[in-house]
C-alpha cells in the first residue's frame, strides 16, 4: 500500500512549463517616453540648426532680427515717436548691411521710401505704409495711436531680413564687405 500511494502522487505531477515569451507589442510606458524624447530632441536639434543657418551668431541677419524682435515686444510701452526712429534706424542698419554705404547713406525721404519699396522683394508698399517713420520722430505727440502701423512696418521688415538671405543663398551672392 506504501507503494502504491507514491505512484499516483507521481502520476498526478505535471511537467514543468517555461514563461510565456514576452511581447515586443504593445511596449513599455518607458520605451514610448524613450521614443517621445528622442523624437523632441531631434526636432528641437532639427530647428536650432535650420536657425542658426539662417541667423548666424554675429550676422547682421541675426542682428537685425533680434533688434526687430525687441522692439515689436516693446512697442506696446514705448511712445509711437520713439518706436519709429528705432524702425528707421534699423532699417537703415540692414540697408547699409544688404546693399552698401555708399548706395544708401545719401538716400533721405521719399527717396529712401522709394528705395525700400523697389528693392522690397516682398512688394510691401513702403510708400504709403513708411510715411510715419517720415514725419512721426519729428512731429509733436500725436493724438492718435499709431501702433498698428508700427506693427506692420516692424512685421515688414522681419520678412525683409529673413528673405534677403534666401536671396543670397539662391543666387550665390556674397555679402556687402563695405558695412
Known amino acids: 500500500m506504501a507503494e502504491v500511494m507514491p505512484d499516483t502522487m507521481i502520476t498526478q505531477l505535471r ?5 510565456d515569451a514576452v511581447s515586443w507589442w ?8 524613450l521614443i517621445i524624447g528622442a523624437m523632441v530632441l531631434l526636432l528641437t536639434i532639427t ?6 543657418i539662417k541667423y548666424p551668431p554675429g ?7 533680434k533688434a526687430l524682435v525687441r522692439l515689436r515686444r516693446n512697442a506696446r510701452t514705448m511712445p509711437d515717436k520713439k518706436v519709429a526712429a528705432e524702425l528707421s534706424e534699423i532699417l ?25 519699396a523697389n528693392s522690397d522683394p516682398n512688394g ?3 510708400r504709403s505704409e513708411a510715411d510715419i517713420l517720415l514725419i512721426l520722430p519729428y512731429a509733436p505727440p500725436p493724438a492718435e495711436s499709431h501702433q498698428q502701423k508700427l506693427q506692420r512696418l ?26
Not at 26 to 33: H, Q, R
Not at 47 to 52: E, F, K
Not at 164 to 178: F, L, M, T, V, Y
Open 26 to 33: 504593445p511596449l513599455a510606458p518607458g520605451w514610448w517616453l
Open 124 to 126: 510691401f508698399d513702403w
Open 154 to 179: 516692424i512685421k515688414a521688415a522681419l520678412q525683409l531680413v529673413a528673405h534677403s538671405r534666401r536671396k543670397q543663398i539662391i543666387a550665390g551672392q556674397p555679402e556687402p564687405q563695405d558695412v
Open 15 to 19: 511537467d514543468i512549463h517555461g514563461l
Open 59 to 65: 550676422s547682421w541677419r541675426g542682428e537685425a532680427r
Open 47 to 52: 530647428l536650432l540648426t535650420r536657425r542658426l
Open 92 to 116: 537703415r542698419r540692414i540697408a547699409i548691411a544688404r546693399h552698401g554705404r555708399k548706395q544708401i547713406a545719401n538716400l533721405n525721404g521719399n527717396d529712401w521710401l522709394n528705395w525700400l
